[in-house]
């Protein structure tokens, strides 16, 4: 018997829990091809067993103590070029949902990480389908790290690692949709520099300098000074603003 209790008055209202899923985003983009789903459904299981990242990585999770939701929205009145805002208004609505228990050194790292102490505690793929020119349907997938004690890799961390107990996966899940549904009504109303602002101050290295990474594994420095409307990142490199793709560059840690 799961209890999802909403605080929302569209997303999530209609919501699919699975047992165990392959990947919910899958899932959810199987139903926009298949059954013209309302926006707000949510698909939601703690046992995901194929879960996509970015860069064609996977999103491994421990089953039963993770969340991996994916939600559907239908963004008509978003133009493409602005479309980096889904990252900006789901990065908000995690921040918003961790900052309840981790008030300190939680951060936003660019374009849509979030982390706890350098550590990534939450992921997030936004998969779009685009007909004509506006996007028809918008997947926004989240994987959030809440009970899980150990990982495979140094740099990922849980709720629990940090809070030392254990959280309740449904009533986390609950906020989530009430957070992401917060952000979206201001997107709509279409707050953009608001929202802009507001990533800014949370974002992981605004205003510092550190070390990136190119893809020939070249290394430089750089000020984070900004993002750019159609999500790029914006550096100070040797006194010029250089813009980045995402596939262009990677952060370094610990130099
Ligand atoms: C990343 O690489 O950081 C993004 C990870 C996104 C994982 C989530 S879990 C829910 C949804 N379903 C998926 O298959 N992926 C996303």
């Given at each position: ?45 703690f046992?995901q067993?194929?879960g996509?990242g ?5 999103w491994q999770s421990e089953a039963g103590k993770n969340i991996a939701l ?24 995690v921040?918003?949902t961790l900052?309840?228990f981790l008030?300190?050194?939680l ?6 990480d979030i982390l706890c102490c350098?550590k990534k505690v939450s992921g997030i ?17 989240i994987g959030i790290n809440i009970n899980q004690d150990s990982f495979d890799y140094p740099q990922a961390a849980s709720l629990k690692n940090f809070t030392?107990?254990e959280h309740?996966l449904?009533?986390l899940s609950?906020?989530l ?79």
């Amino acid at each position: 018997m799961h209890k999802l209790i909403l605080y929302t008055s569209f997303i999530g209202q209609e919501n699919i829990i699975l047992p165990i899923c392959q990947s919910t985003n899958q899932f959810a983009l199987d139903l926009c091809e298949q059954q013209a789903p309302q926006e707000g459904t949510a698909v939601l299981t703690f046992h995901q067993t194929a879960g996509r990242g970015q860069r064609g990585n996977t999103w491994q999770s421990e089953a039963g103590k993770n969340i991996a939701l994916s939600v559907i929205l239908k963004p008509g009145f978003l133009e493409i070029s602005k479309q980096f805002y889904l990252n900006i208004i789901t990065s908000l609505a995690v921040y918003e949902t961790l900052h309840s228990f981790l008030q300190e050194d939680l951060k936003i790292k660019w374009p849509n990480d979030i982390l706890c102490c350098e550590k990534k505690v939450s992921g997030i793929l936004i998969e779009n389908i685009i007909r004509g020119s506006r996007i028809a349907y918008s997947v926004i997938g989240i994987g959030i790290n809440i009970n899980q004690d150990s990982f495979d890799y140094p740099q990922a961390a849980s709720l629990k690692n940090f809070t030392n107990q254990e959280h309740d996966l449904y009533a986390l899940s609950a906020s989530l949709l009430k957070h992401l549904e917060e952000q979206y009504l201001i997107l709509k109303a279409g707050h953009y520099n608001a929202l802009k602002s507001v990533y800014l101050q949370r974002l992981f290295r605004y205003g510092d300098l550190a070390a990136y990474q190119l893809p020939d594994n070249s290394l430089f420095e750089g000020r984070l000074v900004g993002v750019q409307e159609d999500g790029r990142l914006l550096l100070i490199v040797e006194e010029e603003v250089k813009a980045f793709d995402f596939k262009e560059i990677r952060f370094v840690y610990g130099l």
